[in-house]
């Protein structure tokens, strides 16, 4: 049972475009999503994060939209870049849960020049 | 900066031979945790500890066995290693809550 889930598996974009990583989760417990870039051959690094009290959040070109009562997220990347290629997870932890993170199935994004 | 090391790289084991993960955190974060990556999986937590001493099992523990003798590494053992548990392993430490963690770049794992 995948407690988070995300789609598309793998999407193609032309540099500039706007990609769109979706994710939904089913536990209510779960208060932040953090979401990590992960390039070839290297571990995961968090890129950015939201908790369940905000409804955006936006780092440069990354920006979240969390929707509580639908249970659901989705990253943006807007203006996106060849170096933008990598797998993104989408996590969920709930508060208190000491950062034990349940982690999506991973989107692979590929920017073409 | 955020630094965590994992020792082997890459390990080709033979199926029911031992195999022992090392990690080691320069961050003196409380809380590491271990996770294995698989395709069409993402990364399901095996074991985690919250201090010297402790560990606890996550989701996926059947299999394997953690030792945290000190704050600073945090091992993963197979003491009988299997063909499923071929896999790339990651160990990770970070405190606060938030869902920070910080991760190694990862261990190879083949059993043959």
């Known amino acids: 049972q995948q407690q988070v889930r995300q789609s598309p598996q793998s999407l193609t974009v032309w540099e500039g475009e706007t990609a769109i990583l979706n994710c939904s989760y089913e536990d209510s417990t779960f208060n932040y999503f953090p979401w990590y870039q992960q390039f070839p051959g290297e571990g995961p690094a968090l890129l950015i994060s939201?908790?369940?009290?905000?409804d955006k959040k936006e780092d440069g070109r990354f920006t979240i939209f969390f929707n509580k009562r639908e249970k659901k997220l989705s990253l943006h990347i807007t203006d996106s870049q060849p170096g933008d290629s990598a797998t993104y997870f989408c996590a969920a932890t709930p508060t208190g849960g000491n950062n034990k993170l349940t982690f999506g199935q991973g989107t692979v994004l590929s920017v073409i020049p | 900066e955020a630094a965590v090391t994992q020792s082997p790289r890459n390990k080709v084991a033979v199926t029911g031979g031992k195999v022992t993960l090392s990690c080691n955190q320069t961050n003196n974060h409380n809380n590491m945790y271990w996770y294995r990556q698989d395709t069409g999986h993402g990364l399901r937590l095996i074991h985690y500890s919250y201090g010297a001493g402790s560990t606890e099992k996550g989701d996926i523990p059947d299999g394997y066995k953690a030792s945290r003798p000190s704050q600073e590494n945090f091992s993963l053992i197979l003491e009988l290693a299997t063909p499923s548990q071929t896999s790339v392993y990651f160990c990770?430490?970070?405190?606060?809550?938030?869902?920070?963690?910080?991760f190694g770049e990862g261990s190879k794992l083949t059993v043959l």
């Open positions: 939201i908790s369940s009290v905000s």
């Open positions: 990770a430490s970070g405190d606060g809550g938030a869902g920070q963690l910080y």
